[in-house]
């Protein structure tokens, strides 16, 4: 397999025709396409490419959210040749005029009502590029309207033959086209698949963006696997899927797997006697795993306590899940060590990885049978890392891009000349290839006392507490660190009506100063572990939480550093006054 189109083919012609491949939920009924329903799919959508004069090399902008459909029209720009630009479904019309214009894209396929509504907006600034909507009955011409009689132009795709242009999402500044190529894509497939135990009995969810090139290769994998794939059209409606799908394999980013920890341990809390059941299950576990992380062979008295407690317990957590995992993956972002030890404990073990869309993307993925928790893994077959004498993690390796889309310069300050690729994040290797990330080397904090501090270790950390949502440390050229922190109103709601502290809006609950108290308790308790120029001095309680709609968080659901910043300069100001209110908790003990 060295394309792509060999993947579809592979695809097509190593299942059975009327096996179901896609599926998607749509009120109560599954609407889904079989082997063969995709590959005719496929082949028709090419045509209809091919009526509208899309051909090799021409660009095709995808602006949908999660949805068979969305891989047809991939497969089908491989087959004629054409390059897919995804766009990110939550996006402004401002984004996809950006987006459409720089890549030349020669037609925008749309999907849904809202976004269709964006893309006619952005139309209007978009002279010459045909609009079409992938279901009829939008106010749009779909491209089921168009002829598919007219076959695709045979041709060879070849290895490096641009498959893609994926715009960065962006914590910080301008999105880039960043430039995959088929052959970037396929290693990674390779590479990947003798890793992990995938089979065509696996049920799969896809419901982080497949804008994002960490969804869609691994739907590459699980394509070529033979898996059922099962789309969700957004993160935040996979909870509720999880039951009827019941999936054995699942990938994540880490806010998600830290809202679940959250809401399980605040239900603990909850129940008394439930609570000390899990306590004891918990102490249980934590014997048997700490062996399992030396490398030990944990007591027998243990594992037969640790076997009654995931019957008794932890099953029912599992529960939550769909009761079928067998393993997960996070990626994106770090994984608070805390949270992967609670699951790996429950029995959910949950995989770290580390990748740019850059490296297509894995550089680093912890397996089944050496997941060393805190790393990011190690490289799969092909793919090389070394640290910098700076502590910049470099990599290399059949997965780097071709570049970024007519930015010739930025390509040559991100990939040097011997092809080793600066992924601008800090981290080191340990004596058996285990990497670990300490931070972005743009986020890094230098206090104006000159001490380096990784705010994302200290962020992740804080997000454990049940009363915080996000957390984003301030602390550059500044006397001491600092954080502006979102409620979890979920949970801080429940607590006050425990407490019987009932009508309260959110903006007087983050006001409150019970609110305040709670958020401190979880401050002191971090500092604890924290070196002094490390620990957080003042907090800021937001009143909302930051969302995609108000841009302080990428598709991928991360903070955007520089937005943040930059909107609430006012509340950091004050933080670093005498005058703060958060100044008598005891944080600067």
């Known amino acids: 397999m060295e394309t792509l189109v060999d993947l579809f083919d592979h695809v097509v012609s190593s299942n059975a025709p009327g096996r179901e491949l896609l599926r998607i939920r749509e009120g109560k009924d599954w609407r889904g396409y079989t082997v063969q329903g995709f590959a005719e799919a496929v082949r028709q959508t090419g045509a209809r490419l091919t009526h509208v004069g899309v051909g090799r090399g021409d660009r095709v902008a995808l602006f949908a959210e999660n949805r068979p459909e969305w891989h047809i029209v991939d497969f089908a720009c491989h087959l004629v040749g054409a390059v897919l630009v995804p766009i990110y479904p939550s996006v402004p019309a401002a984004a996809v005029i950006y987006i459409v214009k720089d890549a030349g894209a020669k037609v925008l396929l749309v999907s849904g009502q809202e976004r269709v509504k964006a893309a006619l907006r952005a139309s209007e600034d978009l002279p010459g590029v045909r609009l079409l909507a992938l279901d009829a009955g939008l106010g749009l011409e779909s491209i089921g309207d168009l002829s598919a009689a007219t076959a695709p132009p045979p041709h060879r795709t070849s290895p490096t033959d641009l498959a893609s242009l994926i715009y960065t999402s962006g914590t910080t500044g301008e999105p880039k086209g960043v430039m995959l190529s088929h052959g970037n894509f396929v290693s990674q497939i390779t590479s990947i698949r003798p890793l992990y135990p995938i089979t065509e009995a696996d049920e799969v969810m896809s419901f982080l963006p497949l804008s994002h090139v960490l969804q869609r290769i691994l739907d590459y994998l699980f394509l070529y696997c033979g898996c059922r794939i099962t789309y969700v059209e957004a993160v935040e409606k996979a909870g509720p899927m999880l039951p009827l799908v019941r999936p054995t394999i699942m990938a994540s980013v880490p806010r998600v797997y830290e809202r679940a920890y959250v809401q399980i341990m605040s239900r603990v809390q909850k129940e008394p006697r439930l609570k000390r059941l899990f306590t004891w299950a918990m102490r249980v576990g934590r014997r048997v795993k700490e062996a399992q992380w030396q490398r030990r062979r944990p007591p027998l008295d243990a594992r037969l306590q640790y076997a009654v407690a995931r019957r008794l317990v932890f099953r029912k957590v599992l529960q ?70 700076d502590g910049e993690i470099f990599a290399r390796g059949p997965n780097i891009m071709m570049g970024y889309w007519n930015k010739p310069e930025a390509t040559r300050e991100t990939v040097d000349a011997e092809g080793w690729l600066h992924t601008g994040d800090i981290g080191r ?15 890094l904090l230098v206090t104006a006392g000159g001490k380096n501090v990784a705010p994302q270790p200290i962020e992740a950390r804080l997000a454990t507490s049940p009363y915080i949502a996000q957390a984003v440390a301030i602390g550059d050229n ?82 955007k550093r520089k937005v943040v910043t930059e909107r609430y300069r006012r509340q950091i100001e004050e933080m670093y006054l005498k005058t703060h209110r958060t100044k008598d908790y005891g944080l600067d003990d």
Do not use: C, M, W
Not at 328 to 347: H, Y
Not at 492 to 498: G, K, P, S, T
């Open 320 to 389: 939550r899940f769909g009761g079928r995992l067998r393993f997960t993956v996070s990626g994106g972002a770090p994984l608070a060590r805390e949270i992967a030890e609670f699951f790996d404990i429950v029995g959910l073990p949950v995989l770290n990885g580390y990748g740019l869309t850059e490296s297509s993307p894995v550089i680093a993925v912890n397996r089944l049978e050496s997941n060393r928790l805190g790393s990011v893994g190690q490289p799969p077959p092909g793919v090389e890392v070394r640290i910098a004498p």
């Open 429 to 443: 290797l340990d004596e058996e290839g285990f990497l670990y990330i300490t931070d972005r080397k743009k986020d």
């Open 478 to 559: 500044l006397p001491y660190i600092t954080a502006l922190i979102t409620p979890n109103y979920e949970q801080l709601q429940a607590y006050f009506e425990e407490q019987k502290i009932n009508g309260k809006s959110k903006e007087e609950l983050a006001a409150h100063p019970t609110t305040e108290a709670l958020v401190a308790g979880a401050v002191k308790e971090l500092n604890l572990d924290l070196a002094a120029y490390e620990r957080i001095r003042r907090f800021t309680i937001l009143p909302a939480e930051f969302s995609l709609e108000s841009g302080e968080l990428t598709p991928t659901l991360k903070v």
